[in-house]
Nanobody, 124 residues
Framework: QVQLVESGGGLVQAGGSLRLSCAASGRTFRRYGMGWFRQAPGKERESVAAITWSGRSTYYTDSVKGRFTISRDNVKNTVYLELNSLAPEDTAVYYC?????????????????WGQGTQVTVSS
């Protein structure tokens, strides 16, 4: 069982930056692939980024490539999402998720545990 708690969201102007953190409980954190998803009002939850248990492989959806960076610290049981060059269309609730699978995936169905989410609002 893994419990996930996100933090770091907030209100930022367009062009600004934020760093989201997701703290995980449980000694088996290092075994899980991790992902960040987001959900804007009236839209489906979409994958943003993902990272393998080792941190060696990552995935980004096209709209955030070059702007967002996912990383993890298996000693601190934490995964991060660095958000740069933010735009109003990045406004959403951001969720981290954990799944026990090989490789890296953006498939929501592969993730077993989810955090409560943290709001990111980007003003124009």
């Amino acid at each position: 069982q893994v419990q996930l708690v996100e933090s770091g969201g907030g209100l930022v102007q367009a062009g600004g930056s934020l760093r989201l953190s997701c703290a995980a409980s449980g000694r088996t954190f290092r075994r899980y692939g991790m992902g960040w998803f987001r959900q804007a009002p009236g839209k489906e939850r979409e994958s943003v980024a993902a990272i393998t248990w080792s941190g060696r492989s990552t995935y980004y959806t096209d709209s955030v490539k070059g702007r967002f960076t996912i990383s993890r610290d298996n000693v601190k049981n934490t995964v991060y999402l660095e958000l740069n060059s933010l735009a109003p269309e990045d406004t959403a609730v951001y969720y981290c998720a954990a799944g026990y699978f090989m490789g890296v995936t953006n498939d929501r169905e592969k993730y077993d545990f989810w955090g409560q989410g943290t709001q990111v609002t980007v003003s124009s």
